[in-house]
């Protein structure tokens, strides 16, 4: 089992034409995934390594039988790109873009709501990746092993660190949500897959300072989640009234301290560790007593 991405999706790459698309793709059919499709339009006919190139997702899609979106397409165009997607009625479109304006992704984001049959992650995310199963994004395949462990994230490279932590346990999925302002899957969302995923134990959330998505996945974690849960929460060692990292990461006042997120989590028996190693120790005595 896996959440969202598994052995079965056939995923299309929105701008596989691209130097990035182009090479995340071969990244990402190297780890096993079925990439089956391109999307750059204007240049449908074409071939990047034996995987045909359409001009829309809708055309690829019936062509290829893809479910599974990845946008590589620059700034400006993501807009255009997701909703082109939504239209289609693609299932998953992990966004993978960075620098989108937020008025686009707000845009774009209840334009999908309101279609109600595309799931988005992201954006400016690293993607999601079933071990063993498939890869959707830039995520390394080769730092961890299929295992019992959820991993939802804010962060990309805290990602990475955690899966590479625990790679001798492994790890279910592993979903990088991105830390905008605004974006499409949220903890939430991954904690509550988990919860219904049969064959994860346990579940690592990685969140950072700004906003309060970590405080609102303490209360669901309260009410709906009986697996073990481990958190970190990047940040705290951040100058006081400085905007850090990613665009989402502005604290106001006391709301959206790392002290605050942690203060929330500990209070519904999540563990929280002080650094990435110490949450993956964390995990480490659960997962192995």
Known sequence: MAIFL?????????????????????????????????????KAGQEVDGIPVFDDVAAAMSETGANVSVVFVPPRFAKAAVEEAVDAQIPLAVVITEGIPVHD???????ARNADLTRIIGPNCPGIISPGQSNAGIIPADITQVGRIGLVSKSGTLTYQMMYELRD????TCVGIGGDPIIGTTHIDC????????????????????????ERAAAFIEQYVDKPVVGYVAGFTAPEGKTMGHAG???????????????????????????????????????TR
């Open 249 to 287: 990461a502005i604290v106001s006042g006391s709301a959206g301290t790392a002290a605050a997120k942690q203060e929330a989590l500990e209070a519904v028996g999540v563990k929280v560790g002080k650094t990435p190693s110490e949450t993956a120790d964390l995990m480490r005595k659960i997962m």
């Open 169 to 172: 346990i492994g790890f279910s």
């Open 6 to 42: 598994n052995s079965d999706s056939k995923i299309l790459v929105q701008g596989m034409t691209g130097s990035e698309g182009t090479k995340h793709t071969r990244r990402m059919v190297a780890s096993g995934a079925q990439v089956v499709a391109g999307v750059t339009p204007g």
């Open 191 to 214: 904690l509550a897959a988990f919860q219904d995923d049969p064959e994860t134990d346990a579940i690592v959330m990685i969140g950072e300072i700004g906003g309060d998505a970590e």
């Open 105 to 111: 992704t707000a845009s774009f984001f209840q334009y």
